[in-house]
């Protein structure tokens, strides 16, 4: 069993299926508590969820869920296989009564550190987006 401030990562892959957003969220869910992190569970659970729904909204691939612990931050990203960088948030006083858009913004608003990288995995292109959220109080 791995000592409380030990780095660890967890990966799940998907299809590109709107049902793997609600696996994804569960499955963070567990990892979290079980690793003593129920604290985070809410907010890591929301931003996930924009995360994955995002990569399966705005591709046709494949997309996996990455979850990472190290020196006091837990690491949430989404891989796609889009090249395509995110197109950047929009501020909240801009936002419309439209659902589309918000995601982007949320994660600036709850992460403190956020962010993209082009990315290959397996042979594929794409790309790794992410947000950070403190472990420590």
Partial sequence: MPENGDPWEYSLS??????????????????LTM????????????????????????????????????????????????????PPPTPFDELTDTEDGRGLALIRACADLWGWQPLSRNGSRGKYVWCDLPTAA
Avoid: F, M, Q
């Fill in 14 to 31: 998907i299809p590109n299926d709107p049902r793997a957003v609600p696996i994804c969220r569960r499955t963070l869910r567990l990892i």
């Fill in 35 to 86: 690793h003593g992190l129920i604290n985070l569970v809410d907010t890591a659970e929301l931003l996930a969820a924009e995360l994955i729904g995002n990569a399966v909204r705005h591709t046709k691939g494949p997309a996996v869920l990455r979850i990472r612990h190290s020196a006091g931050v837990l690491r949430v990203g989404a891989w796609d296989a889009d090249p395509e960088p995110p």
